[in-house]
């Protein structure tokens, strides 16, 4: 139906503007110094690594190291090499190459925050679960703001440097490679979110009139835990949240407890899957819960506004539907929950388990259902297969967007499907519309992610035919599941499935300035 494309076109602008302009423009990120910048941070780290600074090294170091048994004994000036290397201070994102870290994998985080609600002040403690991946004489991790009052490694006091976002960890003793260790950092203070590198929007933990939202795509969740900020390293998490009377805590995965404290309300939510820290959320108000059950069991909580509950239970009232449908198209579910928490927040994100939509999205009339359909699509697309690159964010959104398409021609039928495509299609050919392989890494989620992204993946669609799409579609959530992918993996299952040679297609819709004309449909 034309009002429901209308609809669609109109939220993906909407969606566009609200992330691009709905807060302050960020002039001073300059995308082509950043790209740049990258080759020589990362040469420069390379040339750092190789080298040792002494003066780093506290001097306890050397008389405590026991390496391990099957290294030969190292002679005084090997034993000062062999204390290990700091970690690096970002994993080499081609576009925010100082975010995440080097030289280990987080293995679980467990948040536990007192949180004065009406104030916005926490007291924090972070526990990690860490393995190292070097021998690591410091470590690092991405954390914006707060006074840390104590570091641990293995409950031993540890010294620690800040400087701007990079906590510099320094162990009582070397870590060796393939050691597991736990870091524990106790901190305090009110959060502040997070200037983004990539759109102008305030990022992170946020205040608002009713409670507090946590929304980080992509690199707020320093604004409120210490993280190793990054897709590539996916942990599982533990989010202990105590707050005062009358408010509820929703956060990822499964409430595993709570716990009534004489004056407040211990949460402890458990996520068991590997999760992206840009998609960990923590929404505290004073909600009402509505629960259902999906398929297998699978729990849905819904945590929404007693104003919007009635509202929000009509506009969220399709979601189980949607689970079996994308169910069906892209394999099973692939989390422990599913639901949507409901805050003033000027856009939706796909937190994982536990989608976040603004007030706006709540009409009574179900005007957002492709923005309910995207946010969920996402649990497939975006975090259960995550990025290995922020440049490849065309895989989140262009996926999401397409999955909106496929909802559309699920329920209104193949010429609804036809005649959006033929709208937006038109309105992208006329209008021009840059390549969504490479956005400017100081407006990442621009428009062209999102419909160019989508209109690929329709491309691929009457290239290949139904049958090897819709293969596709499935085998690629089910190989990266858990893990990450590049737009090249993505490709590789394209080509393998459907057996052609699809570079020419891909590079087209993805780099090439021009919008390609789309192949005919049969
Ligand atoms: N991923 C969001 C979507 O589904 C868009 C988004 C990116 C976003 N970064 C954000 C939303 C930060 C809110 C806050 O389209
Ligand atoms: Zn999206």
Redesign the pocket.
Known sequence: MRKFAVLILLALLV?ACN?TQAVQPNRNDASNTQVVQSSSVLEQEQVESTQIDPTDTPASQSTTLTPPAAESSPTPTQELMQVGQPGSDGLGDPYYPQLGNGGYDALHYTIDLVVDVESNTITGTATISIQAVQNLSTFNLDFSGFEISQVLIDDVAANYKRQGDELTIIPPESLWNGETFTATIAYSGEPEPIR?K??P?R?GWTHFDAGIYV????D?AASWYPVNDHPLDKATYTLRVTVPEPYVVAANGLLEDKIKNEDNTTYVWESINPMASYLVTVDIAEFIIQTEEGPNGLPIRNFFPPELADDAAFDFGRTLEMIDFFSEVFGPYPFEAYGAVIAD??????TQTLS?FGYQHVSGTRESENVVA??LA?QWF?DSVSLAKWRDIWL??GF?TYAEWLWLEHIEGADALANNVDRIYGFVSERGMRPPGNPPASN??NGSV?IRGALTLHALRLTVGDEAFFEILRTYPQRYHYGNATTADFIAVAEEVSGQDLDELFQSWLYEEAVPELPPSE
């Open positions: 969606m992330l983004s990539a759109l929007i990022m929304a980080s795509e992509p707020g927040f000027p856009a939706a994100l796909e976040l995207h946010e996402h975006g989140n959104e999401a990442l989620f999102y």
